[in-house]
Every structure is written in structure tokens, then in C-alpha cells.
């Protein structure tokens, strides 16, 4: 079945450095889209991507989609404390699949 | 409009209880999938439904089963509970099938002891 990876894990980052998660699908996807999920709470949309090389910006969040439509970035510039949770891509094709997150920590 | 509720938000049982969660989809949205989250899994889907019927199952067992309603509300149940069930379950609504954004509710917490 489909499967949707991404990494890393878990990542550390200085308040103020950058951060960016990957996001690669093993099946070609219609389209992908990002979600948030603060500690203790639930996931929140954040975009869709639809077209092959999209890339979307949102303030400091850069989102990208791969040119085959199989990967996915997510980056974010300068990060804050309040970027702080855990960051899912989620794939669709046929059905939507999340991917395993990145659980983003800062150290002020 | 009002969110996705689920109830209860917090639930104990023990091992070989059966459990039933809610879930009452955004005014409108047709459809609600069912996540199951535990911190070493991950987001693992469950079960779509769309005008109260399974569109979608994921890799789980027949203890896990669903139901939605005419009003769009839907309910799953989890059978002959094990310790490994433990975990946040997550219902999402969306206005009808396909790649919409899914809107969460804010779980239902179950603890099996």
C-alpha cells in the first residue's frame, strides 16, 4: 500500500536558525498538503499543493512539491517558539496518507 | 460554525472491555475519518465514512468498526480491548470525499489498563 515517509524524526534547533522536513511518497501523488499539531493538540491544515514543482509561501513556511509529485518539503525560516509541534505532510492518492511527522523542539 | 466535537475527550477501561467514541462531523461535511495516534506510530487511518457508508479501511483489526449516521455523526467502536489500544483517537470531517483539508476534532484520549 502506500506509503508516506518523513524526516527527520525529531529535530533540535536554536530559536532564530532554520528547519526543514521531507516528505517522500511511494506512489505518485495528486496532491499533498501540511499539517500542524502543537503539543497536546489536534493536527491543523496548514496548505495543499497540487501542481508537479509548486511552491507555496506563508510567512516565514515555504512549502514545495516535488517535480514527480513524490516528495515534499516543508521549511521554515528563522524559526520562533511558537513553531514549536509536530509537522505532518499528508499525501493523496486515492485515499489521504500521513506521513510518520517531524517533531520540531527550539532551544531559546 | 461550530468544530468537530468528540465525546468523550478522556476514557479509562480495562483489558477486554469494549469502548464506543463519537463524532459530530462540521455543519455540512458528509464525510469523517477516523485516525488512531500513539507516539510511536504515528497518524494511522482507521476508517473513512461518506453518506454512511465505508469508503476507506485501513490496516486494523475487526475489533476496530464504524458507523456513521444520516446526520453525518459517526461512531466507532473498539471491541475486546488490548493494552496496545491505548492511544489518542482523532475523527476529521471534510465536506465530501477527496483531497479536502481534513478539520480534527480534539480526540478522545483512551487509556486501557
Known amino acids: 500500500g502506500q506509503q508516506v515517509m518523513q524526516i527527520p524524526q525529531y529535530q533540535h534547533v536554536q530559536e532564530g536558525e532554520d528547519f526543514t522536513t521531507y516528505c517522500n511518497s511511494s506512489?505518485?501523488?495528486?496532491?499533498i498538503q501540511w499539517y500542524k499539531q502543537r503539543p497536546g493538540g489536534h493536527p491543523v491544515f496548514l496548505i495543499q499543493?497540487?501542481?508537479?514543482?509548486e511552491v507555496k509561501k506563508q510567512k516565514r513556511l515555504t512549502f514545495q512539491f516535488g517535480e514527480a509529485k513524490k516528495n515534499s518539503s516543508l521549511h521554515i525560516t528563522a524559526t520562533q517558539t511558537t513553531d514549536v509541534g509536530t509537522y505532518f505532510c499528508?499525501?493523496?492518492?486515492?485515499?489521504?496518507?500521513f506521513g510518520t511527522g517531524t517533531r520540531l523542539t527550539i532551544i531559546p | 460554525k461550530a468544530g468537530v466535537t468528540q465525546t468523550p475527550r478522556y476514557l479509562i477501561k480495562t483489558r477486554g472491555q469494549q469502548v464506543t467514541l463519537s463524532c459530530s462531523p462540521i455543519?455540512?461535511?458528509?464525510?469523517v475519518s477516523w485516525y488512531q495516534q500513539t507516539p510511536g506510530q504515528g497518524l494511522q487511518f482507521l476508517f473513512e465514512?461518506?453518506?454512511?457508508?465505508?469508503?476507506n479501511k485501513g490496516n486494523f483489526p475487526g475489533r476496530f468498526s464504524g458507523r456513521q449516521f444520516s446526520n453525518s455523526r459517526s461512531e466507532m467502536n473498539v471491541s475486546t480491548l488490548e493494552l496496545g489500544d491505548s492511544a489518542l483517537y482523532l475523527c476529521?470531517?471534510?465536506?465530501?470525499?477527496?483531497?479536502?483539508?481534513?478539520?480534527f476534532g480534539p480526540g478522545t484520549r483512551l487509556t486501557v489498563t
Open positions: 506512489t505518485t501523488l495528486s496532491n
Open positions: 499543493l497540487v501542481k508537479s514543482g
Open positions: 455543519s455540512g461535511h458528509r464525510s
Open positions: 499528508a499525501g493523496y492518492h486515492e485515499k489521504l496518507t
Open positions: 465514512y461518506f453518506s454512511e457508508t465505508q469508503r
Open positions: 476529521a470531517s471534510t465536506p465530501g470525499q477527496g483531497p479536502y483539508e481534513q478539520y
